[in-house]
């Protein structure tokens, strides 16, 4: 069985890490290269996941800002508007009296 450091597809990452640069269609020489590669895929993921996770942590805090600045707003338009709808209501309730 060929051995990931002797293959010529294979790069050691500046974190000592595996990196296969082989292509699983074309460039796998044995049935458990593409098992490996697969799962240095899945590390990959887990890491490209993991840095999505840590920009969403970053990001919560101005999320949160932002939401509560747009609720202010949208409550303000609110206030704004009431008295269109006191004066239906109004408008509305004298109708029914007799």
Not at 9 to 36: H, M, V, W, Y
Not at 41 to 70: G, N, W
Request: glycine residues 4%; contains cysteine; hydrophobic residues 35%.
């Amino acid at each position: 069985m060929l051995q990931c450091q002797d293959c010529e597809f294979f790069r050691q990452g500046p974190d000592g890490s595996p990196e296969l640069t082989c292509n699983p269609f074309a460039t796998i020489k044995e049935p458990e290269c593409l098992a490996k590669w697969q799962l240095v895929q899945l590390t990959v993921i887990a890491r490209s996941h993991q840095a999505t996770l840590d920009m969403y942590q970053r990001l919560a805090p101005l999320q949160e800002k932002m939401f509560k600045h747009m609720e202010r707003e949208i409550d303000e338009v609110d206030e704004a508007d009431r008295w269109k709808h006191d004066d239906e209501e109004d408008d509305d309730g004298d109708s029914f009296r007799v």
